[in-house]
């Protein structure tokens, strides 16, 4: 875990090349949820992975996470192990985990894990069928709905994403970022100055600005708003 971390402040450095890293003592020996909470912390800084020198850079760290996997296939690491590979463009093996996964047992973070791999790649019917999935797994929790309102808006089904937020506010009334995101999509489907009017008041509260920017262009666009109204949601983009 340590290392994660150093690999996450430094990705520039070779960390995962230490000799003791890849030997097979220690790969028998570590936990799946250790080298998990591991592969997490060198995406704590955000750095951009998806390079064929990164790749090559964390080759020790995909031999582990397929050794470990293999050894000890518990679901829920195996779905936190996929983040980094997905992250360096190593779709495979991020399926892979997620398939060594659903042979143990079919979780909800495994679906995730799935959709968020599809939603990387760009393809949006696969994206929702995996969240679809995991709201099979999990149908009540309202994030699942958001998830999938998202991915139904960016295909351009405002009725869908609309209706999808509701159902996520059925379960967690007074969600900031559901809330939100049902004011835009109506928004955008209907033209309704209350949901734009509605959506500005909430935009303060929302913390990720780049969401709360793309709810806002999706609401902008919807049909005959107030030219007023659209200038202010404008200015909240803006800031």
Excluded at 31 to 53: H, I, K, V
């Amino acid at each position: 875990m340590a290392l994660g971390s150093l690999t996450g402040v430094r990705p520039d450095v070779a960390w995962g090349a230490a000799p003791w890293f890849g030997d097979a003592g220690f790969l028998d020996a570590v936990s799946a949820e250790a080298l998990a909470e591991a592969c997490l912390r060198t995406l704590d800084y955000g750095p951009d992975l998806d390079t064929d020198e990164m790749r090559e850079r964390f080759a020790p760290w995909f031999h582990a996470v397929d050794v470990v996997s293999a050894r000890s296939p518990v679901p829920e690491p195996l779905a936190s192990m996929a983040r980094l590979p997905r992250s360096c463009g190593r779709y495979e093996l991020a399926f892979d985990l997620c398939d060594r996964a659903d042979a143990v047992e079919r979780v909800m973070w495994t679906a995730v894990a799935r959709a968020a791999t599809w939603l990387r790649m760009g393809d949006l019917t696969q994206a929702a069928a995996a969240f679809e999935s995991a709201l099979l797994l999990d149908p009540a929790n309202w994030s699942l709905y958001l998830d999938l309102a998202d991915v139904r808006a960016d295909q351009g089904d405002f009725a869908a994403a609309a209706s999808l937020v509701a159902q996520g506010l059925e379960h967690e009334p007074r969600e900031v970022s559901l809330r939100a995101a049902g004011a835009a999509y109506r928004t955008r489907l209907s033209g309704s100055s209350d949901d734009l009017q509605l959506l500005i008041s909430l935009a303060p509260e929302l913390a990720n600005t780049a969401y709360r920017n793309r709810l806002i262009d999706h609401a902008c666009a919807g049909p005959k708003l107030p030219p007023s109204l659209v200038a202010q949601a404008h200015r909240i983009r803006r800031g």
